[in-house]
């Protein structure tokens, strides 16, 4: 036992170097090819990395904010059934990296206390409005951001 977790830490360490070296690596390509995705608050460089993966080579395929969102599963679906119109589902489609970390993003912010995202959630959870049902509405919001950010 002793011997296998001696093993297990030095793999972690040779882990930790990599991950260290590719981190090195990734933000000035990152800085390179898009500077203002590193503004925003709430994303490093692999979170941006990740952000510029989904958006690809082809930005002409991104017209819109809309479809911004439907690429990283983050627009609502419209569900409708007989005389109930306001429905939505959520989006089960798009790029779940992307999703995960636009999710990452609003995590962060409410995690150090961004004055904006905050003060949203107080008064979204003053309206009666659920934790999981704002996180959605803010990763909307973070998405708008991103796509003012991503590269022409």
């Known amino acids: 036992m002793k011997t296998a977790a001696v093993i297990l830490a030095r793999r972690v360490q040779a882990l930790d170097v990599e991950l260290a070296v590719i981190d090195d690596q990734i933000a000035p390509l990152v800085k390179a090819a898009a500077p203002e995705l590193l503004n925003i608050y709430g994303i490093g460089a692999d979170t941006a990395a990740v952000l510029l993966v989904t958006a690809g080579d082809n930005p002409q395929r991104i017209s819109s904010e809309g479809a911004w969102a439907m690429l990283c599963g983050i627009a609502p679906i419209r569900a409708t059934s007989g005389l109930t119109t306001n429905l939505y589902r959520l989006n089960y489609a798009g790029d779940r990296?992307?999703?995960?970390?636009?999710?990452?993003?609003?995590i962060t912010r409410l995690g150090q206390h961004d004055p904006?995202?905050?003060?949203?959630?107080n008064r979204r959870l003053a309206e009666g409005k659920s934790k999981r049902h704002i996180i959605r509405c803010l990763k909307r919001y973070v998405a708008r951001e991103t796509f003012r950010a991503l590269p022409r």
């Open 97 to 106: 990296h992307a999703n995960n970390a636009i999710w990452r993003i609003v």
């Open 116 to 121: 904006r995202t905050v003060a949203y959630m």
